[in-house]
T-cell receptor, first 115, second 117 residues
């Protein structure tokens, strides 16, 4: 779905370095989410945003921060990457009401490897 | 907190046969939505089917149908006439209904479906 893009698609970084992942939407949706996907765990919510500068923690937020200065952009930052943060990261957007998608629109994911 | 449980980490089916993937959930809310997402090796998350809790009729999308048992909090996915392209990871997910400021999806851990030719 062209309405949401994530960058980069792949990244390898070293332990202890900061990393920022970007999610950009063109749908003007209010809600944006960051999930991580790990084998045996499904997708788990890291942080979410319900408006510009309005963010909150999800179930696995330790070691992550987010920012949303514009409706279209939601940034996820790993302040000091650790090997346990090696994962696939998905951004998603949603409307308040289910709308035609009845849920979310997902980005293509970012595979992050911390070595 | 809502939880979603998929008790089958892996399933397999013969091409053209029918397979059912199980999902149970726990919630105290009466207004919610349930979804099945498909994730092929491309990593893309694809919505397969959704069910509104207030609807008694089971949702159907072509070869995909659900068995929604609200009282039992069960939401299984049936794939009929399985095709090789159905091979993927399938996630069951829950979303609350209207109200509040958080419409997050809560996912199960997934079921990896293999389709054998």
């Amino acid at each position: 779905d062209a309405g949401i893009t994530q960058s980069p698609r792949h990244k390898v970084t070293e332990t202890g370095t900061p990393v920022t992942l970007r999610c950009h939407q063109t749908e003007n949706h209010r809600y944006m989410y960051w999930y991580r996907q790990d084998p045996g765990h499904g997708l788990r919510l890291i942080h979410y945003s319900y408006g510009v500068k309005d963010t909150d923690k999800g179930e696995v937020s330790d070691g992550y921060s987010v920012s949303r200065s514009k409706t279209e952009d939601f940034l996820l930052t790993l302040e000091s990457a650790t090997s346990s943060q090696t994962s696939v990261y998905f951004c998603a957007i949603s409307e308040r009401e289910p709308g035609k998608n009845y849920g979310y629109t997902f980005g293509s994911g970012t595979r992050l490897t911390v070595v | 907190a809502q939880t979603v449980t998929q008790s089958q980490p892996e399933m397999s089916v013969q091409e053209a046969e029918t397979v059912t993937l199980s999902c149970t959930y726990d919630t105290s809310e009466s207004d919610y939505y349930l979804f099945w997402y498909k994730q092929p090796p491309s990593r893309q998350m694809i919505l397969v089917i959704r069910q509104e809790a207030y609807k008694q009729q089971n949702a159907t999308e072509n070869r995909f149908s659900v068995n929604f048992q609200k009282a039992a909090k069960s939401f299984s996915l049936k794939i009929s006439d399985s095709q090789l392209g159905d091979a993927a990871m399938y996630f069951c997910a829950y979303r609350r209904g209207s109200g509040g400021s958080n419409y997050k999806l809560t996912f199960g851990k997934g079921t990896l479906l293999t389709v054998n030719p």
